[in-house]
């Protein structure tokens, strides 16, 4: 049972450059999370989805989109990246009809940008 | 609005000696209380949570959490530390009762280290 995968593990971008961050969870979750980790700063949500085809906003959307067509997959798009999204990313799942279960995470992803 | 504390950025503790992190929390209605676990260059790893009743919740590795409603607290311990429990602990909390979507409220996380 692989979990929450999230690929890559690191990426270095240029000013200006846009990447996507996969995610995928093999549990059936139908929530689905990124956050954002920043030192001393704990864990900030960018987007959620509660199920394929809904996503909404978190705390810190700017600079980024989600979709999520798919009940497995939930990539984090940056367009246009500027330094202040250099962070450490993490992709989390939940079954949310239960707010009892804890969310499972991915290893996450190193990005710089330089 | 939820809230989660985490008073000490860092806890420092000899090996065998009992670990404590602390942990606040403010929440609408009935909370749901968790504790994760982050190793270095990994994801955070669910420890424990608190649902309902007993108050002392025992966990994963030999942690368990105290909940005490009337100080708002959910804190984390272990009676005798190991070096390898040296890692990041973040507490969060998600309402039983409002926000329907369940969003999960994350402290800004204690180092813990312990040392030989």
């Known amino acids: 049972n692989a979990g929450v995968t999230q690929t890559p593990k690191f990426r270095i971008l240029k000013i200006g450059q846009s990447m996507t961050l996969q995610c995928t969870q093999d549990?059936?979750?139908?929530?689905m999370y990124w956050y954002r980790q920043d030192p001393g700063m704990g864990l900030k949500l960018i987007y959620y989805?509660?199920?394929?085809?809904?996503?909404d906003k978190g705390e810190v959307p700017n600079g980024y989109n989600v979709s999520r067509s798919t009940t497995e997959d939930f990539p984090l798009r940056l367009e246009l990246a500027a330094p202040s999204q250099t962070s450490v990313y993490f992709c989390?799942?939940?079954?949310?009809?239960?707010?009892?279960?804890?969310?499972?995470f991915g290893d996450g992803t190193r990005l710089s940008i330089l | 609005a939820q809230s989660v504390a985490q008073p000490e950025d860092q806890v420092n503790v000899a090996e065998g000696n009992p670990l404590t992190v602390k942990c606040t929390y403010s929440?609408?209605?009935?909370?749901?209380l968790f504790w994760y676990v982050q190793y270095p260059n990994r994801g955070l790893q669910f420890l424990l949570k608190?649902?309902?009743?007993?108050?002392l919740v025992k966990g994963s590795y030999g942690f368990e959490a105290e909940f005490n409603k009337s100080q708002t607290s959910f804190h984390l311990k272990k009676p005798s530390a190991l070096v390898s429990d040296s890692a990041l602990y973040f507490c969060?909390?998600?309402?039983?009762?409002?926000?329907?979507?369940?969003?999960?409220?994350f402290g800004a996380g204690t180092q813990v280290v312990v040392t030989p």
């Open positions: 989390a799942s939940s079954y949310g009809q239960a707010k009892s279960q804890p969310q499972h």
């Open positions: 549990m059936n979750h139908n929530y």
């Open positions: 608190y649902i309902t009743g007993d108050n």
């Open positions: 929440v609408s209605g009935n909370p749901y």
């Open positions: 969060a909390v998600r309402s039983m009762t409002t926000d329907s979507w369940g969003k999960f409220q």
């Open positions: 989805s509660v199920g394929a085809g809904i996503t």
